[in-house]
């Protein structure tokens, strides 16, 4: 689906809301992918994910 950007700044003005800091339990991930299974990697517009490095792969699970 293409994306505009009215719909950019509500994800952008969303996880800001979501976000609290770098001392939380979780992080936010704006369109990134999460993984569900093996064949599955959805890219929602906002995940929450437990706090840690997703550097070499993507979160698992959502929190």
Do not use: W
């Amino acid at each position: 689906m293409p994306r505009d950007g009215r719909g950019d700044d509500f994800v952008d003005r969303f996880a800001e809301c979501l976000g609290s800091g770098p001392s939380a339990s979780y992080m936010v991930r704006v369109q990134n992918p999460i993984v569900l299974d093996e064949r599955s990697e959805p890219q929602p517009d906002i995940t929450l994910v437990k706090r840690a490095n997703h550097a070499d792969r993507h979160p698992l699970t959502s929190c």
